[in-house]
Every structure is written in C-alpha cells, then in structure tokens.
RNA sequence: GCCGAAGUGGCGGAAUGGUAUACGCGGUGGUCUCAAAAACCAUUGGAGAUUUGCUCCGUGUGGGUUCAACUCCCACCUUCGGCACCA
C-alpha cells in the first residue's frame, strides 16, 4: 500500500475514489495511443492471431449497430492478446459508393470530401470505443494507393481469363442508375439492396468475373472452415449445384435442341419440351399458323420481365408453336411450346417436360391438356382405386374386407355408394385388380391409380404407359361413359377425382416403368445407367449446373475504382498497362441532378490514347462494384497502401494471414463472404498466396434492436445514440451493456435501465476493488473462509473462460456479477486482508479487462499492478481449489424432488443411499410402497423408483 | 412451397438428459435521510395448505422414449431470416 500512496503524491492528486468514466477513458485512451500499446509488432517467434471484424462504411455516424458489431468483436481480440497471442487488429473504411455521389449532388460537395470528412468524424467515434485497433494499418478503400491495387486485381483477373466483357440482360436500379449483381436484388418484388427500388431488365454490356470457374471449389471448401453452418447453409444453396446430363433432342426440320436435366432416368415420360420465349430456336421453330400467336406472346413476357414482376402469377402460361421434335429415346413425337416458366438464364434456355415427375411440368400439362404419363414407380408403393356405385356387386365390400384392403364406402354423386379404396404394396394391388376382373359388370370399367396405372376394362387391362394408350383408354372410357368426354387425357379425367389427387403426380427416385429397355432399372442406379447410356448413344452426356452466376461487376456510377480499360476503334478493347495504374477519378467532375455518372461526360477522363497503337481512345466509365474492394481489404491491412509489384508485403503477410478469426453480420452471407472466398482461390493461382480460404473462422453477430423490439430506424424514432450513453455513463458501460443483452449471434433489443444496471455492476466492482486497498481487520481470516474464496475465484476463471472462448459474453458477465457480489460479502471480514483477496481482485480486474478496458486498465493501476492489464497473462484456474467441498444430493422419488440434502462432495454410493433414506420427507412418501429401483449420480442425485 | 434459427417468470435471458428460472431489469418491503435521489439489505413464477426444510401446477401445442425431458424422437402452431418457376 506504501506503493500506492507515494503514486499519488506523484500524481499530484489524490486520485478519485468515484468512478468517473469520462475522466478514466480519456486518460486511458490517450496513454494507449502515446505507448503504442496496440501497434502491431512482427515477432515471429510467437503464434500469431489475425483479428478482424467487418469494415464499416463512411456513412459519416458510428451508431450502435456498429457498437454491437465491433466490441465483441474487440473483447475477443483482447482475450486473445491475454492468452498469449501476437494478435493484430487492424481498421479500415469502405468509402466507395452511391451516398457519396448522393451527397455530391445534393450538397455540391465533392465525394471524395464528404467521404474524408465522414472518416475523420467516424475515427473520433471509434476511438471513444476504446477499441484495440491498430491504427497505423487502416485502410481506406478510396484513396489512391488502394484502389490502383483494386484496378490491378481488375488486370490479372483480365490477363487469367477471369474477367470477360458481355452483352446481357441485367439487373438494373432506375433509382441508383445503375446495374446490380444478382445477390444486390432482393426480395419477391426484385428490389434493390441498397434504395429498395424494384429492379429492372436492361440488356448491356457489362464486365463480369467468372466466379462459377470456382462453383465446385467454393461449395468443397466450405467443409473446411469453421463457420456457422448456417452461412454455410446458405452458401451451399446459392452456388445450387444440380448434377444431371445435357440430352439432345431434335425438331423435325433437324435442328438441334440440348436440354438440361436432373432427371435423365425420366426422359421416357417426356410428353413436350418447352422453350424459354427468348430461346434464340422459338423465330425458326414457329409454324406459321401459330407465328402470331408467338409473337405476341413473347413480346408480353419480355414486357413483363421489365415492367411488373410483382404481379407474380403462379398460373402457367404459354403458347404452341405449331413445331415437334423428337424424344431421342424412344423416338417419339413431341410438341414444343414456349412458355415464361423457362428461363433462359439458366441451363440451356429448354426443357423436357415430365408432367409426371415434375410439379411444374405437371401443371401446365393439366393446364394444356398434354399428356402425362408415369415412368418412375411411386416409392411408397401406394395405389388409389374408386369403384362406382353399380359397377360390381355388392359382396365386394366383404370380399375386400376379407382381403384386409383398405376402403370406405362414401356417397358418390347422387349415384349411391361407392368404395374408395387405398391399395399398399404390389400383394394388395394384384390380389385386387383380380377381384375386380372377376366382379366387374358389364358396361363399367375401373382404374388403379398411383404405385400402378391399371385401367380394368371387361375384356382385359391396359396399362397407362405410353402417348397413345393414354388416347386408346381414354377412347374406351368415353364410350363406356360420354360423361368423361370433355376430359383430353386420362390425367385430366383423373385429376377430375379429389381423392385421387395426392397419388397422381411425384418426384421421388424409384424404379422406372413404362421405360422400353429400362423398364424395371432400380431407382438407385437408374439416373447414373440411363446417362451413361445417353453417352454410348451419342445422344447426351452428364452435366452439371449451378444457380451461382457470375459475378457481375460494372456499375454505372462515378464514386467507385475505374475498370482499367480502353476502348479503341483500331484496336478493340485494350488493359491499361500495370504501370499505368491508377487510373484516377477526377477531382472536378460535374454532378448532374439525373444522377448520371459524370464520368461519361468528363473530357479529361474519357480522352486517352491507346495504350496498344497509341491512337486515340476513350475509357471505361463504369466503375467496379464496391464488393470489389472488400473482398481483399485484409490483405491490404497487412500492408496499407503498398508499393511494389504486389497488392501486400509477402514477408508480413508470409506470417500473419489467413484471418483467424472473422466476425460480421450475416446479411453478407451470400455476397462479400463468397465474393472474398472467390477473390482468395483466384489469388491463390496467381501465386500471391498459398491457403484456400480467407478467414479461417467465422462468427456471425445478430443484430441490435430498438427498446421496442423493432429494428432501429429514424422514422420509428427508436435510434440509440452511443456517443450520449459514452458521455454519461461511459464506453465501458455501452461496451459491456451490449455484451449483456443475450447471445450475440441472436442479438437483443437495447434497454435504457438495462445499460444502468451494467453501470452499477461496473461501480460495484469499482468500489470492491478501491476501497479494499489497503484494507485491515481485526482477527485472522479462517482456513475455511479462505478456501470459500478461493473456490469460488477459481470456479469463476473457469467459466469466465469456457464463456469468452464461445463467444458468451453474456453469461461471462453473469458469472462476474455472481462473483463480485460474493467478493461484497466478503469485503467486511477478515479475508480481505488474504493473499487470496489479492488473488481475487487481481483475477476480477484481469477478466473484465477484454470487456472494460479503461476501467479495467485502472483498476489495475491503482491495485499497484504495472502497465498494462492488457499486456497481463490471462489467469489459470485450478481444478483442485475449484472443486465443491459439499455439494447438495437431491432425492427424487419416481423423478419428483422430495429433499435435498447437504454432503461431501466426496460421498460414495452407500453412503448416499443411505442419507436419502434416511430423509424425513423421503421416508413419508416412501410409506406403504415397495422400492423397484435406485437410481444414483454420482454427485448430483438419487432417484428412487417405487410403486 | 423449400431451407435455417427461435419460442422458458412482468421483461432480457440461464440451464443440452439429473435442483427449471443463474445473472440482470422491473416490482414490493426495509436501512440511511428533514425529505428525495443514489447506495445498501431482504423479498419476488402461479395456486394452495396444517405457512419448520410442505404440496400441486408450470419451459408454444399434442403425443412418445426414459428411473428422470426446457434438453432426445414424432406430429403440429407461432415469430424471424434466407431462397423461391433453377428443369
């Protein structure tokens, strides 16, 4: 305590015995800057830990989005540091995009200032975060020296094949002005991600990476990652993998039509093929009587597709176009429609329709009145009949009863009962298609729809399995019923019965029927035999296809890194020479109210030579999608702004990458987390670095939300301002505020009494720590109550620990809480004056320190600790002195609580047993029952079992 | 429609097969004070009783497995997120 006192009169002021946050933030913060307590040192002797938290953009306010994003995000770093770990923790700034260009225009202000003085605000802002970032490696995405190395990714992925140029109908946002990539529109309206305007189709020239090279990689690696499975999840199901083979068929003139398909084991129930209406074959294909009709109907698609796609109609549409083609296994004749449930976008722009296998398929035949006919065995072998009133006598109801057939006798019409029968398993169905073909009267016919397609006619069975017996079955019904004649196919007549529904139409993998050769091919090999064959045959051969487009990367806009290239009438589309880079943005663009980008009317930038023939040439003027530029920011944090013939500094980078721990919102699941995942595999075959995957693991925070569980907006007026909570309650307070709430990845709502009862926390642990200092007592402290306290001490670090490692910051705070309110017991007693205080309070301090750092940083100081808490080795606990000395033994009696007794820890079986017998409570519901069994736990309980 | 996450006191949440509601907020009573605030102490799921260390009910709903279920299995309901004619 001598120590203390003489600190004090150095200081030249007795320090404060109140907390006072500002004053303690404020010194901290300017002694960690002026220590360069946080500056990143190369020691390759030590395991390093890459720690990195999304980048914010410089929308100019750091709001508490932002707080719950980063200070987890912070205290895990620290915890880390504390562990040993040479840990770096570097912050930058995302400052390409729109607002900028919305501010230029608004507020004539250039975006290059607005952008720096938004960096300038936001820098002061992080700062009274308190955060251990190293900021002599901030990065800011717009300056110069950043985005030459952006333009430079731009050029090597152009020089790999990676980059291509092409005409295509995209997204584009009438609002922004400019074109989206897919994963930018959102929503069933198609809107845009950033403004909410619903999107429309233009067709441009576009710049796009090719991203779908790396499908299969993106998707395989996945499993090598520790991410939460839920990106994972989304990740697999974006990329969309479907492996099938690519079939062609033929039209009738002999043109060539190559479909994809999943499903090749179905091909033999291919009744009709579709085209996309933009299907570059539909203008040839279309007969003439039908060419009107066609037209039309693709002009109102193409309509539709850039107009309204809100009005999502579901109803199937589509028109014939009066061609056929021919199914290349069975060579049957099929008819080709056009319809917009076909996409030209993805596969080959054409379809088989298997109306009996395939949902889609299946409804527009209904719609149409094709054909549709069963080629794959239902799998759970279930089969429908109905027998009509009249149709066979009525002792057939006792002989299906005998047979154990399911069935019910209901109304049907006003015709009289009828028996709707559910069939199971090929034993039921035969033993009941031979009842009916010896009960059936004349003049009436049935059918056995689902596992099978049998139609009992009087003079025998046809089976549904082929284009023409769905005519000749149809043609026997409607004789023996005119009834049914306005029906066109069978399935249509089938359809007309609701209990048959369910059992008419199914995508399963199962045996194939009705399939010539194949017939009878099980369902497990079936897919994999029939393309196989289609390869022997030379009529198609397996393919795989993705949902995963590439990335397309051209934006329209002035406020972005400029895709170096020119374009030149001689030479055609040129790159910029690497020395040529960067390619910079004007300084004295004009903003126009349209939005335009000003680049396109910039002389100075448009007008160039051709880097090839020296000849006159004008520039790109779209400008890269900012996802660019975050999806290699951790490379450049290793070295800002580098100059050499690399985007970082290979030595540095050599030792501290890949990332080791990433943490961000999730809403990027789908974007910047695959857009980095691709831009690593493509730098890795540019020899630039030698890992697969950028972040190594990944943990995905939920988001915070207003005091009235709804998102924060201002219209709602449920916005929390950090900076006014910092300058009452202070940084540590909003810090462990937002660590309190709930599980991070589920995120919370914010709670004004919330953060007060975190700032009482924070005093308490204040006043345990200061005003024990120095403390003395009368008496010694027992054996006991020291043990008391070093258990519980140790206990804490244990689960303190567990807690951080997992990212609980919450229930680490509870245990803190639970173990200063017992250090306030305590305080009073002669204990205080124990090694074991000194090690309680120094664990405390130690433990907050990732959480509270200022307040934790001063703690420490004045309980006589050296500079800096944050450079201190986490404490270790010890299972020992951890250990319960007694514990409380519950006795149950059939799983009902009946008593709970105290014991040593150390109690055995019998022992246990016997003191739970023993019980009062116990021995009166035990009275007049007889003991069956005896459960024990070792330590936790006896259950005794008893009737 | 498909995929994923979640549902526990008045509120945020804890407990991943073994004492349901840790920790915090809010409430109630008290100490201190002329008074209030702050702080501290006690108490706080519901119902009941013969109110010692008592009983019953209780983790979205309905079943099941188990000596024992918030926890595992099956079916469903609600909320949130993602995808959505992807052949």
Known sequence: MADQLVKTKQSGRAP??????????????????????????????????????????????????????????????????????????????????????????????????????????????????GAMWDWEHEAITCLPGYYKWTQWFFLKF???????????????????????????????????????????????????????????????????????????????????????????????????????????????????????????????????????????????????????????????????????????????????????????????????AVPAHDERDFAFALKFGLPIIPVIERPDGVAKSVVYPGSVPEKLAELLRAEGIEFQAKAVGELGDGLFVTLRGDAQIDRYVALLRDNLQPGYWSEIVGARWLFVFEDGIEALSSVEQDRAIL???????????????????????????????????????????????????AKDDVIRWLEEQGSGQAEVNYRLHDWLISRQRMWGAPIPMVYCDRCGVVPVPYEDLPILLPDDAEFLPTGESPLRHHEGFLNTTCPACDGPATRETDTMDTFMCSSWYHYAYISPYHEGDVPFDPEAGRYWLPVDQYTGGIEHATMHLLYTRFFTKAMRDLGLVDFDEPMLRLFCQGMILGEDNEKMSKSRGNVVNPDEYVSTLGADSVRAFLMFIGPWELGGSWSSTGIEGIHRFINRVWSVVVESQGASSEGDASDADMAALRRITHQTIRDVTRDYEAFKFNTAQASLMKFNNYLMKVQNTPVVTTEAWTEAIRSLTLMIAPIMPHVAEELWERAGGAYSVHDQRWPEWDEELAADEVITLVVQINGKVRARIDVPADIDEQEAREHALAHENVQRFLEGLQIRKLVYVPGRLVNIVAN
């Not at 990143?40 to 953009?57: F, N, Q």
């Not at 709001?63 to 915890?79: E, L, T, V």
């Open 158 to 352: 152009y020089e790999e094949g990676l980059a291509y140029r092409q005409e295509a109908a995209v997204d584009f946002c009438p609002h922004c002005n400019t074109t989206l990539a897919r994963e930018q529109v959102w929503g069933e309206d198609r809107h845009c991600e950033r403004c909410g305007t619903p999107v429309i189709k233009r067709e441009l020239e576009q710049w796009f990476f090719r991203i779908t090279d790396y499908a299969d990689e993106l998707l395989e690696d996945l499993d090598t990652i520790d991410w939460p499975e839920r990106v994972k999840i989304m990740q697999r199901n974006w990329i969309g993998r479907s492996p099938g083979a690519r079939v062609t068929f033929t039209s009738e003139q002999g043109d060539p039509i190559e479909v994809f398909t999943t499903r090749p084991d179905t091909l033999w129930g291919a009744t009709f093929m579709v085209l996309a209406p933009e299907h570059p074959l539909v203008a040839k294909l279309t007969a003439d009587e039908c060419r009107a009709e066609v037209e039309a109907y693709v002009a109102q698609s193409i309509r539709q597709t850039e107009i309204d796609r809100l009005s999502l109609e579901k109803e199937k549409t589509g028109v014939f176009t009066g061609a056929y083609a021919v199914n290349p296994v069975n060579q049957e004749r099929i008819p080709i429609w056009i319809a917009d449930y076909v996409l030209m976008t993805y596969g080959t722009g054409a379809i088989m």
């Open 16 to 129: 404060s015995k109140a907390y006072q946050p500002q004053q303690i933030e404020q010194k901290w913060q300017k002694r960690w800057e002026e220590t360069g307590l946080y500056r990143r040192v190369e020691d390759p002797s030590r395991p390093k830990h890459y720690a990195l938290t999304m980048l914010p953009y410089t929308s100019g306010d750091l709001h508490i989005g932002h707080w719950y994003a980063m200070a987890p995000s912070d205290a895990k770093a620290r915890y880390m540091r504390m562990h040993g770990y040479n840990t770096f923790f570097p912050v930058g700034f995302d400052a390409f995009g729109l607002p900028a260009e919305n501010a230029a225009i608004q507020h004539n202000i250039h975006p290059h200032q607005w952008t720096m003085d938004n960096v300038e605000h936001m820098r002061g802002q992080l700062r009274a975060m």
């Open 475 to 525: 043609a026997r019904c409607i004789a023996l019923n005119p009834l049914v004649i306005a029906n066109r196919t069978v399935m249509e007549m089938l359809h007309g019965v609701p209990f048959y529904r369910d059992v008419l139409y199914h995508a399963e993998y199962g045996d194939m029927i009705h399939s010539d050769a194949f017939t009878g091919r099980p369902g497990d090999t």
